[in-house]
């Protein structure tokens, strides 16, 4: 099974730029060994299951709890058994139809 989770989570108390606090679960994901991609506008992680996504969403919020009182998080997964390696797998598929796609 692999599932793709993309998600964003960040404080809403901390002013505007709150890179301080997506560099904490930034570096807990790398160190998970979990395969990841961080964009601009969230990070999508690779997980063998349901479980396991969930639980790099929770570990994230313990990172930011402590020092904030509200926190944002917008999730999305997409959950496919007998495959693994989507996400680089979805974006060759693309660009073997029209080329590479990010340079």
Excluded at 13 to 36: A, F, L, Q, T
Excluded at 45 to 59: D, W
Aim: hydrophobic share 35%; proline share 3%.
């Amino acid at each position: 099974m692999s599932v793709l989770l993309e998600y964003a989570i960040f404080p809403t108390d901390k002013g505007e730029s709150v890179s301080k606090y997506v560099s904490r679960v930034i570096d807990m994901i790398r160190s998970s060994g979990y395969p990841y991609k961080f964009t601009a506008m969230g990070t999508i992680v690779e997980a063998p299951t349901v479980r396991e996504a969930l639980e790099i969403v929770a570990k994230s919020y313990d990172l930011l709890e402590g020092d904030c009182n509200r926190v944002y998080s917008s999730i999305k997964l997409d959950i496919r058994k007998g495959q693994d390696n989507r996400l680089e797998r979805k974006i060759k598929s693309v660009e073997d139809k029209i080329g590479k796609v990010n340079d």
